[in-house]
Structure formats: C-alpha cells, structure tokens
C-alpha cells in the first residue's frame, strides 16, 4: 500500500530558522545537507549527494545502517530525485535538500525545502526541457516508495518529506503499473490529493459536510500561490475532475476585448479563449475540447457568477456519457467578466445543489486568482519595460582602463533599486557612476529615471564630481520631483492618488566619479553619498579606501559635497560596490563585517578586472547560505 500524506501544518515561528539539527544530535542517526541552486542539474547532484552519504554510512558503519539495503538506498535516491525535480520545476528557487538516517529503526528520511509560494516568475526566461528518463514521475512513485511523505508550510517556505522504512515493501508491482501510465498534469499532484476519486450523488451531500471547508482552504491556499493564469485554469480542472465533476473546461477572456454584442456574438478578434479542458479519462480530452470550442460560452445578461445550463456535449463522449448535466459559471473578480468555468457530470438531470454551491464558492477563487496573475503579468511587463530604459545598453569603453561589471537584480520581475552607468563626458573625461535608491519597482525606477539622465547631463555640462551631487541633492528635494513620485505609487498600487497620499522620502546612495587618462595612469576624481566606500587595490597588493563617507542624497537641503582625487598607476585596481555586496548575510554576520570585502580584495593581487569580479561575486554568494535578499551592483576599474 502507497504511503499516505499526512495533514499540512502551518506554523508561526519567531525566527525563520530551520527546525532541524546542524549535526547529529537530539534526532540521531547520520545526516546529509546541502543547498543547491534551482538549475536543470540540481536533481542529478541531489542523486549524487544521498548516494555518496549512504555509501559513506555503510562504510563508516554508523549507527542504523545494519538496515541500510542497497534498496533502501536507491528508492531514497528516486525519492530524492523526484522531489527536488518538483522543487525546481514548479518552485523556481534554490532547493535545500536534507536526509537523514533513524538509528532505531534504519529509516532514511529526506527533505526538501523551496521558496514556494513566493517565487520569480518564470515566464520571462526559457522553460528547461526536463526529459523523462532523467526524472521521475512525481509524487505518486513517492507515494508508492514511502511508507509516509507530507508537507509542511512555513513562514515563506515549503518543506516536502518522505520517510522510507527499512522494513518497508518496495512496491516494485505499484511502480511498474505506475510508469505505463502518464501523469495528466505533472506538478499538480497536490490537486488530486484533495479530490482523490469521484462519488456520485447520493454520496455528495456526506462529503460536501464534512470536507467543503476544508476543500474550499487548501485550493485558495493552491490558487493563490500561483501567479500564470494558464497554471490557475490548470490547477481549477484538477481540483474539480473527478472529486466534484466528469469533466470542466476554463475559458478565459481579455477584460477590454472579450466583449458580446446584443446577439451574444462576439466582436472581430474578441471573445473567450479554452485554456483548459479536463476530463476523467485522459484519452477523451481532445475530443472533448473539439467539440467545446464550437460552442463557446454565450454570457447572460448582467454580470453574475451564478450557475446557468450549458449545452450537453455528447458527441464527444461515447455512449455510456451520451447523455448529462453541465452549469456554466461566469468568472468574475472586481466586477469585471475574465471568463467562464463549464463542470459536466454524465447520467445526471442535475447537479446536487451542495455541488453547485461548492463549485460556484470555487469558481470565485478562481476568478481571484486570473485576476491577481493578470495584474501581476502587467506590473511585471511594465517593470521590465521600466528596466530596460533605465540601464545603458553597455559600459562605455575607457582608454587606458579595463573595466568588469556585476548586476544581479534581486527581483528578476521589476526595477532593481541598484543602478550603474559609464559613459564620456568630453574634454577626454569618462564619469562612472554605482547609485541605490530607496525602495523597489515603479517608486526606484521613477528615482532612478530621474537621477541617471541628470547625472549625464550635468558632466556633459562641465560641472566638477562635487557640484553634480550638490545639484542632484537639490533635485531630489525639489517639489517638482513630488508628482512623478505619486504617478509612482498610482502605478504601484494601481489605485489614483488620494488626499492621504503625501510626499515620500526620496533617498539615494549615490558613488560618483570621472576619469581623465593622463601620461601613464589615469586622474580619479571621485565622491561618496551615502554609500559603502570603494577600495583602492595597489599594484602591490594594499587595500585602502579612496574616499571618505558624506550624507545621502535628498536628506539634508543646501548639504556641500566634496571630492578626492589620486592616479591610479598601472596595475591599480578601483573596486565599487553596492550594499548588496557588503551587508551580504550570513546568520548574524555580514560580509564586510571585519573589514571582510578588503580582505577578499586583498586576495585578488595579480588578477585583471574580470577575474577581480568573478570573484568578489562568487565569495559574496558564496558566504550566505540562503539566495541573495538585495539587489547586488559591482564595478571594477583597472589602470592598465
């Protein structure tokens, strides 16, 4: 018999800390733990990391493996490999994966944790093709494998475990029979969890009473997790087939375009679109979805989500489903029409009224949920839009200076609040720049908008490195900058300005410099606002700073700013750097804690700019072990 999953926990803690031991300890028995990036070759190194720790058990002869079979070792690293392929594919983030093994009683226990639901979005990058012989077949091979699996929500995170038992079967019969089959829809598993197998009428009433609620959570805890309104129409067919339905479709319409005339006939180019169609038997899903998309929805008068008859579809079922009930449900979220949900239920007049309630309940989740993927796919294509414009295309080419660059957004969906440019400003002078701004999305791209092209302009104009952060103080102060702040916010929280919304703070960190190429070196002129100092990397190997610290800019009104000036010889090195880099975490430590970020440039003796930088961003990553939490500039500046 197939392991069951248990009842989800949600837990409130205090710290984000995980609840697991670090070392072997009160729970006993060997450990494994690694964190690994969310990438296509993460499951092949989870394989590899609980093949090694079990081979390295047994030899150690550690407590517990006298149980430990060559079986019970290759169903954890099927189990493993599973879970960690559904993190990766379906979460987007990296994956901490744990096993451990029980010295009692021999049993191998992994763990996986991902981000899940607060997650990238995935649908700006290519998808990567994950092959069948090289994963698994999801969660019910662990359900065949484990003796018990389950998952656990945490404060931002989701943790999915299986327990294999040393004295287990190993349900080769259930995995043979399960690999001829194919998963309808891989990943939502959890759907059919909730809505195991289908109960005819008679039986509804029993079920609707005692699992309506509970029912009804777990799918707005699914839905609202997802932010691709093709996936809520996915995870919408499978909570509904077979628990509560035969079959569904989801249609969906654009909320500007998807309009009916007088006739229930739709416009040029408009109308609803079938995004999904499910049935109970996979093999007549094509049929089905022929025969729906002749006869679209046609919407009543007025908005409402209610249940109305639709058309039995019989010629697309066989003879045995000839003949049924199916209700339309209008999909309706802000009072605006985004589509419609068809349930069908064949040898039916009707459907029973505690099934048309519960799924009309559903169907208004679902509309929430298009609705909150549809915003979401909005503000995310226009922060995109947004960050393009806000970059230069690429670093200008100093003579006489080798430059690298690292900019990792922290949100690869919207504007980062980091920003960098290098550009000539005539006269044979170059400026660069590394600035953060205050706050993320629209509010930092309107700051930035307006910092970078001023900045620009004014060295264009011949002011000095002192006057440009003097003016662009004045810039950030002025009221004048008050009413692009609020389009801002309008856009942000897309709602219009209100009489409650005041003027905002607008901060910026802001390290500002020009180079002017001068016999054999290079003349640097440079300033400080608020942000972390850069270091000064002598050909000799010493570390120093080349500036000293001054207030942020759009604080103080009338502040005077001033610069320093040095050559930097052949060799010299100029490292610039956001606070991304130097208040990387780790636990309650920073990275630049103890003078760490000129230590580790320190190390970089010898070495040309890229390589400075390829480094300093891999000690950086490398020295916290969760994903990085801020947005992440690093620029480098050699004489050569």
Known sequence: MGAIPTQRETASRASDAPARQDADGARGGARTYATLPGSAVTPRAARALVRTACAQWAEEERPGTEHLTDRLADDAVLVTS???????????????????????????????????????????????????????????????????????????????????????????????????REALERGLDVAEILAPEPRRAERDREWVGRGALS?????????????????????????????????CAVWTEDEAMGRWDADGVSGPGAGPRLARVWHCSENRIEELRAALEKDPPRPADGIR?????????????????????ALAYRLIAGGRPLGTLVIGRSGLPRFPDEVTGLVEDLSRRVALAIGTARQYARQATISQVLQRGLLPVAVAEIPGVRSALVYEPCDKGGPSGDFYDVFPAGDGRWCFAVGDVQGKGPEAAVLIGLARPWLRLLAREGY?????????????????????????????????PGPGDGPQTRFLSLLYGELVPVGDGVRC????????????????????????????????EDETYTSETFELGPGDTLLCVTDGVTERRSGSRQFDDADGLATALAGCAGLSAELIAERINRLVHEFGGRPPEDDLALLVLQAE
């Open 464 to 496: 000095r490195v002192a006057d440009v952060l003097d003016r662009l103080n004045q810039l950030l102060l002025d009221d004048t900058t008050e009413a692009a702040d609020a389009a801002a916010r309008a856009l942000a929280s897309g709602r219009p």
């Open 215 to 247: 029912f009804l959570a777990e799918a707005s805890d699914l839905l609202a997790g997802q932010l691709d309104e093709n996936l809520v129409a996915a995870l919408a067919g499978q909570l509904i087939v077979p628990r509560l339905a035969d079959w």
């Open 305 to 325: 989500s209610g249940p109305v008859p639709y058309p039995w579809p019989g010629d697309a079922l066989d003879l045995r489903e000839a003949h049924g009930t």
């Open 525 to 556: 002129t440079l300033a400080s606002a608020g942000h972390p100092l850069p270091l000064l990397l002598g050909a000799d190997g010493t570390v120093r700073t080349a500036a000293r610290p001054q207030t942020l800019l759009g604080v103080i």
């Open 82 to 180: 599973e879970l960690v392929t559904n993190a990766v594919v379906h979460a987007g983030t990296d994956v901490e994966v744990e096993c451990r093994l029980e010295e009692a009683t021999g049993a191998l226990v992994v763990e996986v944790r991902d981000q899940h639901p607060s997650r990238a979005p995935r649908g700006s990058e290519p998808e990567v093709p994950y092959e069948t012989p090289e994963y698994g077949r999801g969660l019910r091979l662990v359900t065949a494998l484990a003796e018990s699996w389950g998952v656990t929500y945490r404060r931002g995170a989701k943790t999915v475990w299986a327990r294999l038992s040393a004295e287990g079967d190993t349900a080769v019969d259930e995995i043979a029979a399960y690999a001829g």
